[in-house]
């Protein structure tokens, strides 16, 4: 097995950190404190939000943001700390187990969450351009239905993290341990499965997305209506416009990286390293973003926080 082919990130920090101490080392874990902590405070307080608030909250739209919010959580939490290590420490030292349940969770969560903005944006196209014919269709009980295939596909796709990813020994007397990924079986195995995960896990899902908002901003702006309903779909349209978008970007230098790494003559060198550095931290950040989102754009989500903060106080 020749180490560098099948060095992931993770593993490409490790070996630099343990050459010398460096910058990264204490900045990097610092911007992911930073989003530990505000994306477990934002996304606990959507759920929590989303949990306690009365039938007027508990629609198709709020389901998915609900799981999405889940994904986000689980993601910081059982994610960000542990890759955090990963720039501070020499080695990986929390096992085998959690070498690949946190990438296995890392993958499942990330999956998670743009299958459930395709989930959403198809709800949105349903409501927009077939309100009547769909209103048998959007109901809570579908969207959990639809939340249960979700995880499933998510979970299923990152299936291959739970086998493929391993502890191995690797510096001078071979006692330094790092969690990476070993696909040594068949040829060109890893690439094959990172181009799947590009395509239905990236690529496929916004074409899907961007062509049921295309269709929903057609029929909205052709909606003469002024009414509050009408003006209620394009505010929920755009914030949800604006959470995929804000997903495409953090994510894209993540899986450019990817297919960098496994199609193209990656250079292993400081300049390569700082671009994983900022492909890790685009993608983690995006994990704390979308409570914000909501925040800006979504007067009935200040609104339902203003009384979970005052049935606190009372």
């Not at 490409?12 to 902590?37: G, K, N, Y």
């Not at 959580?73 to 187990?97: D, H, M, N, R």
């Not at 394009?234 to 994510?251: A, E, N, P, Y």
């Amino acid at each position: 097995m020749d180490l560098q082919e099948n060095t992931t990130a993770n593993t490409t920090a490790m070996s630099l950190a343990a050459d010398e101490p460096r910058p990264e080392s204490v900045i990097v874990p610092a911007i992911f404190a930073f989003i530990f902590c505000l994306g477990v405070f934002g996304n606990a307080l959507v759920i929590a939000v989303l949990l306690r608030t009365g039938k007027e909250m508990q629609n198709t739209t709020n389901v998915f943001i609900l799981n999405l919010s889940i994904a986000d959580l689980f993601f910081i939490i059982f994610c960000v700390p542990f890759q955090a290590t990963v720039y501070s420490l020499p080695e990986w030292v929390f096992g085998l187990f959690m070498c690949k349940f946190v990438h296995f969770c890392q993958c499942t969560t990330m999956l998670a969450s743009i299958f459930n903005l395709v989930a959403m944006a198809i709800d949105r196209y349903l409501a927009v351009v077939h309100p009547v014919t769909s209103m048998d269709i959007r109901k809570p009980q579908s969207a959990w239905l639809a939340e249960l295939v979700v995880w499933i596909l998510a979970m299923g796709t990152a299936s291959p993290y739970l086998v493929y990813y391993d502890i191995v020994n690797h510096g001078a007397k071979s006692e330094q341990e790092f969690c990476i990924e070993v696909w040594e079986e068949i040829e060109n195995q890893r690439p094959v499965y990172i181009a799947f995960q590009f395509t239905f896990g990236y690529v496929l899902p916004l074409m899907i997305i961007t062509i049921c908002y295309c269709l929903v901003i057609k029929r909205l702006n052709a909606t003469s209506k002024r009414s509050q309903a009408n003006r209620a779909k394009k505010r929920i349209t755009k914030m949800l416009i604006v959470v995929v978008v804000v997903f495409g970007i953090c994510w894209l230098p993540h899986h450019i990286m990817h297919l960098w790494v496994n199609f193209g003559e990656f250079p292993y060198t400081m300049t390569t390293y700082v671009l994983k550095l900022f492909s890790h931290c685009m993608a983690y950040a995006n994990s704390c973003l979308n409570p914000i989102i909501y925040a800006f754009l979504s007067t009935e989500f200040r609104k339902a926080v203003g009384e979970l903060a005052c049935h606190k106080r009372g």
